[in-house]
């Protein structure tokens, strides 16, 4: 059985949570393989709501391995957090936690890094969770890895060279340099929040790549989205990470022939936090409506964020950066009683219509279509035949356009509230 990729399509938020909690139903090995806490996703376990960050939603499933792989960054506090917000609720049993130890760690001097950066006009509004620093550390060859947890020397020594070649800047913002206690403190911490964590720090690759031999259902689980991919997103309003179904293999330890199907989430509308430009975006006006009805404020920041219409332009460049299989569409319940619906479906050069996003997205005047809305409750709705006319209209408009079959449909923030046209698993 080979194995799935689910990636967020648009600029993140897309409703990853649900859909990989309700796909890794099936599934023995959950991966996360990219990013780190700025990712949020929000589960919903009956009326309770649990936010991970770092944890791949696969937790939600007892029995169920969540890896944690080579590409990510990670924060020991917050993940340490939120294993026992998970252990609190009788998830995530220890056997069921891996971590690589080659994951990259994010240290308090990374926060420090990005409130400098951020600081100036030149900010991108990142999370400030020390991810692009931290990336940084990873590209540079001085970050800090699971893997040396266990080796206070190389800590130690690892932690004097970065805050070291960081000191001038630091000491350019007023930011205070850790002196030789401090940073003896630092490595003294980080000893003892890693200590109950080293059980489970491994070789993930090998593992992932060992159960996929065994035949085992293996779901990677994507972080952000495809917008925000390093190399082929808005840049620089992206992350700092692969964010596409490729990144599944490099931040894994394993490679593209593992992969046999890709998923792409995207929402029936488009949404993006923090700076950067946005073809689609709506009126302000017309946003305000649209964010309460969606609940659009970011599980990790709780900033609001931008409201705009379906990209399909976007959308098409998704699907060939992912190589996308099929489409999961989500929150079309958020559009009954909207009116009238508009979509891009390209952008007005003085070349003619360009088809997928270009290099250089600022100023973009997106070709909008208007297409019929309707007024029904979809929540109950677990047909698509029982959809209304100009839902079903909708969501052919969008997979004709792409050339993409919609494998699932969300039609409310519930497990149940689903539509599912194929199942990944069987
Ligand atoms: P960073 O990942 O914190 O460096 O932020 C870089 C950009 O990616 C900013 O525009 C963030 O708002 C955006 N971003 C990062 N993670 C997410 C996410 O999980 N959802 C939506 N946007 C994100």
């Known amino acids: ?30 991966v996360r393989f ?10 919903v376990l009956g009326d309770q709501k649990l936010v991970t960050h770092l944890v791949p939603s696969g937790v939600l499933h007892p029995g169920t391995l969540c890896v944690l792989g080579a590409g990510m960054v990670i924060d020991l506090e917050t993940l340490t957090d939120e294993i026992a917000e998970c252990r609190e609720r009788g998830l995530l049993a220890a056997e069921d936690l891996l971590i690589s ?42 970050g800090i890895r699971p893997a040396d947890l266990s080796r206070p020397q190389i800590l130690r020594e690892r932690i004097d060279q970065n805050l070291d070649q960081l000191a001038p800047l630091f000491a350019a913002h007023d930011i205070e340099v850790p002196d030789d206690e401090k940073r003896s403190r630092l490595v003294e911490r980080l000893l003892t929040i890693a200590a109950p964590l080293l059980p489970s720090v491994g070789n993930a690759g090998r593992r992932v790549a060992d159960e996929i031999a065994a035949g085992k259902n293996v779901l990677f689980e994507g972080a952000q989205g495809a917008l925000l991919d390093v190399d082929h997103g808005t840049y620089p309003f992206v992350t700092s990470s692969t964010t596409t179904a490729a ?6 330890g394993v490679g593209p022939t593992a992969i046999g199907k890709v998923i792409g989430i995207s929402k029936t509308y488009c949404t993006r936090v923090g700076a950067g430009p946005f073809p689609t975006e709506m009126d302000e006006e017309v946003q305000k409506v649209w964010r309460e009805a969606g609940g659009e404020y970011g599980a990790t920041t709780g900033r609001p964020r931008r409201c705009g219409w379906l990209d399909l332009a976007a959308l098409k460049t998704a699907v060939r950066i992912n190589g996308m299989t099929s489409l999961a569409l989500t929150k079309l319940d958020v559009l009954s009683g909207r009116g009238p619906i508009h979509v891009g479906v390209g952008y007005e050069t003085d070349d003619g219509v360009m ?4 290099v250089h997205v600022g100023g973009l005047k997106p070709v909008l279509r208007e297409l019929p809305g309707w007024d029904d409750d979809l929540r109950g709705v677990r047909d698509v035949s029982k959809l209304p006319v100009a839902a079903r209209a909708y969501i052919d408009t969008i997979s004709d356009h792409l050339g993409v079959p919609v494998g699932l449909v969300s039609v409310g923030p519930g497990r149940s509230e689903t539509i599912v046209l194929e199942r990944l698993f069987s």
């Open 101 to 142: 130890e080659r994951a990259q760690l994010i240290l308090p001097y990374h926060r420090d890094l990005e409130a400098i950066r951020e600081s100036g006009r030149h900010a991108i509004g990142t999370t400030r969770r020390g991810i692009g620093p931290a990336y940084e550390s990873k590209a540079a060859r001085t």
């Open 1 to 30: 059985m080979p194995a799935a990729v689910v990636v967020g399509a648009q600029w993140g938020d897309e409703g990853k949570g649900k859909v990989v909690d309700l796909y890794s139903e099936g599934a023995d090995v959950v």
């Open 34 to 43: 990219a990013g780190g806490a700025n990712a949020g996703h929000t589960l």
């Open 355 to 358: 088809d997928e996003l270009p």
């Open 247 to 252: 990144g599944a293999c490099s931040g894994t």
